[in-house]
């Protein structure tokens, strides 16, 4: 079992910055491939970022590369999404997801085992 808070969340002008942090509880965390996905009104929930267990590999959604940034601290049993260049159509909830297979990082929804409840980002035009 796992649970997972995001944090970090709020309104922010385009072109402006933002960290996103999920907390992790678990006691195999530095195992856990971590990843974010990201849903906007009236759309499917998408593949934001991942990260392996290790901090050595990262995936990234071609709409955020080159802008967003995910990275892990493990012994803070937390993970980050660093985003800047913030545009409009980056407005979402973002949620932090753990796999069914807790090992590798999952790039659907219907790969992921464990949600957090989300945090919001507002992106002002």
């Known amino acids: 079992q796992v649970q997972l808070v995001e944090s970090g969340g709020g309104l922010v002008q385009a072109g402006g910055s933002l960290r996103l942090s999920c907390a992790a509880s678990g006691r195999t965390f530095s195992n856990y491939a971590m990843n974010w996905f990201r849903q906007a009104p009236g759309k499917e929930r998408e593949f934001v970022a991942g990260?392996?267990?290790?901090?050595?590999?990262?995936y990234y959604a071609d709409s955020v590369k080159g802008r967003f940034t995910i990275s892990r601290a493990n012994a803070k049993n937390t993970v980050y999404l660093q985003m800047n260049s913030l545009k409009p159509e980056d407005t979402a909830v973002y949620s932090c997801?753990?796999?069914?297979?807790?090992?590798?990082?999952?790039?659907?929804?219907?790969?992921?085992?464990?949600w957090g409840q989300g945090t919001q980002v507002t992106v002002a035009s």
């Open positions: 990260v392996s267990w290790s901090g050595g590999s990262t």
């Open positions: 997801a753990v796999g069914k297979d807790t090992r590798v990082v999952v790039t659907t929804t219907q790969r992921v085992g464990f």
